[in-house]
């Protein structure tokens, strides 16, 4: 299922946003449940790079989670050169997972910044524009002035996040002053709030700018420790934390006979629901109920069917309003020679978009095998090259290879039922006359009406649902 990478993902965004120290080294211990699940090491120092001084930050990160029953494993070396007023200029990202590695090299513009992905002997090029009038930094707390810290203050800046290969805003307010026992030790700290769009964490730092602890979604932790405790657990005396998939799962308050026969749900989701997670559009609708202590309960109304074969437009699709869903990018790099040549084979002469997106995706299901411990995004050849990975990595190679043969296909992520919860999944939609759910991971032509629609779009986008892992329950109303 898709939380482990959304999840994993999210740790290291957050060790990445609380990279501010005023030490040389920091070590932090990273839980979850009470029960450690990984360390992050940073330093900073000054180094040189193509003639010019630059304030460095190094950070590795290692997390040790299980999901599904295998364990995963990830590895994120993160290299950033800020200049004196704390504002990138350079970063390298590397991630390793499950035998697969993927790396970022970003330079930093006044107006954007171009980006190379590597991954599999395939490197793919990429501009991201910087809003206007942004304050872009390494840093997120440097907009606050870490020497000068006063409750009240507020900021929002922008960072580059190397897993959507976005520019994200980050919204920081000191709320209060705060003393912190720590291992015995009592630290005098200001507490700082910090709003993403991967979710909310509350900071705990000094008043020089050192973090002391982090608290972010599902209850992760992260907090200052030596060396030698940071490394307890996984390095040394590593015990299996609990699966990852069950504690993201969203329990249902009852069960679903044959879900993958489902035709209508209607369904609440309550608790922490991101309004822009709730998509309405031909095959959902979302209703909010207002409730007497000031929060809302999305209603989700879901209808499935079998699309009319007979209904398909055909080959190629050239409408202006399809184009961005044509187009290849990072992760769907359907333009590459490979990704293009296994689609013209797959579609062969056909001239029907419906029966060409079913193809492709009962091909992606027969030959590519599950593989739950890859905790890393992977552009569509690298996926191809392997030929396995989780829910993610099915979507993303359907939808590439759907592109590539002119299909108007978008990534699409949310929730869908399995032995009493809804955990977190990836599909896709492709337009064949209408837009279509296709789900190459579990390659049944009908989609069932349990999988709920929270993000559409690019593979980056589903990033997004971090913000409300563990904080959603479900209510079933009716099914049939």
């Given at each position: 299922m898709k939380a482990i990478r959304l999840f994993a993902s999210a740790l290291i965004i957050f060790a990445l946003c609380c990279a501010a120290s005023a030490q040389s080294e920091t070590w932090m211990g990273m839980y979850v449940?009470?029960?450690?699940?990984?360390?992050?090491?940073?330093?900073?120092?000054?180094?040189?790079?193509?003639?010019?001084?630059?304030?460095?930050?190094?950070?590795?990160?290692?997390?040790r989670l299980m999901v599904l029953g295998a364990a995963v494993q990830q590895e994120v070396r993160t290299v950033v050169y800020s200049d004196e007023k704390s504002v990138p200029r350079f970063e390298t990202f590397d991630m390793t997972s499950g035998g697969r590695r993927s790396s970022v090299e970003a330079k930093f513009g006044d107006k954007e910044i171009k980006c190379s992905v590597m991954a599999a002997g395939v490197t793919s090029d990429t501009a991201i524009s910087i809003p206007e009038g942004a304050s872009l930094v390494g840093d997120p707390m440097y907009a606050l002035g870490t020497d000068k810290l006063k409750v009240g203050q507020k900021a929002r800046m922008y960072y580059f996040n190397p897993i959507?290969?976005?520019?994200?805003?980050?919204?920081?307010?000191?709320?209060?002053?705060?003393?912190?026992?720590?291992?015995?030790r009592v630290y005098e700290t200001f507490v700082v709030s910090n709003s993403t769009p991967m979710g909310d964490l509350t900071v705990w730092?000094?008043?020089?700018?050192?973090?002391?602890?982090?608290?972010?979604?599902?209850?992760?932790?992260?907090?200052?420790?030596?060396?030698?405790?940071?490394?307890?657990?996984?390095?040394?005396?590593?015990?299996?934390?609990?699966?990852?998939?069950?504690?993201?799962?969203?329990?249902?308050?009852?069960?679903?006979?044959?879900?993958?026969?489902?035709?209508?749900l209607t369904i609440r989701i309550s608790g922490k629901m991101d309004p822009k997670l709730a998509i309405s559009d031909a095959r959902q609708n979302v209703t909010w109920i207002d409730q007497t202590?000031?929060?809302?309960?999305?209603?989700?109304?879901?209808?499935?069917?079998?699309?009319?074969?007979?209904?398909?437009?055909?080959?190629?699709i050239k409408n202006e309003e399809f184009a961005a869903y044509l187009k290849p990018t990072v992760y769907l790099n359907s333009d590459s020679p490979e990704i293009k040549k296994k689609a013209a084979e797959i579609a062969g002469k056909n001239k029907s978009a419906y029966s060409t997106a079913l193809a492709i995706c009962t091909w992606v299901h027969k030959n590519m095998s599950p593989q739950a411990d890859i905790g890393i995004a992977r552009p569509a050849t690298d996926v191809l090259a392997a030929k396995y990975g989780v829910c993610r990595d099915y979507a993303v190679l359907y939808a590439a290879l759907a592109r590539a043969a002119g299909i108007p296909t978008k990534v699409v992520a949310g929730l869908v039922y399995l032995n009493g919860s809804f955990f977190y999944h990836a599909w896709a939609e492709s337009y064949v006359g209408k837009w279509v759910p296709f789900d190459a991971t579990l390659a049944d032509e009908f989609v069932d009406a349990t999988h709920i629609k929270l993000t559409e779009g690019d593979a980056g986008d589903m990033f997004q649902m971090a913000r409300v892992f563990g904080n959603l329950k479900a209510e079933i109303i009716h099914f049939e």
């Open positions: 449940g009470g029960q450690k699940v990984g360390y992050t090491h940073i330093t900073f120092d000054k180094a040189q790079l193509e003639g010019k001084e630059y304030n460095r930050v190094q950070s590795y990160v290692k997390t959507k290969l976005s520019v994200d805003p980050i919204d920081v307010e000191v709320l209060r002053q705060e003393k912190l026992d720590l291992g015995g730092m000094t008043e020089k700018g050192s973090v002391i602890k982090v608290l972010g979604v599902m209850g992760l932790t992260m907090q200052i420790e030596t060396r030698e405790t940071a490394l307890a657990g996984i390095e040394t005396g590593y015990t299996p934390p609990a699966d990852l998939a069950v504690l993201t799962s969203v329990k249902a308050d009852k069960g679903i006979r044959r879900p993958r026969d489902v035709k209508s202590d000031g929060s809302r309960i999305a209603e989700f109304s879901i209808k499935a069917e079998k699309f009319d074969a007979a209904k398909s437009i055909k080959l190629p």
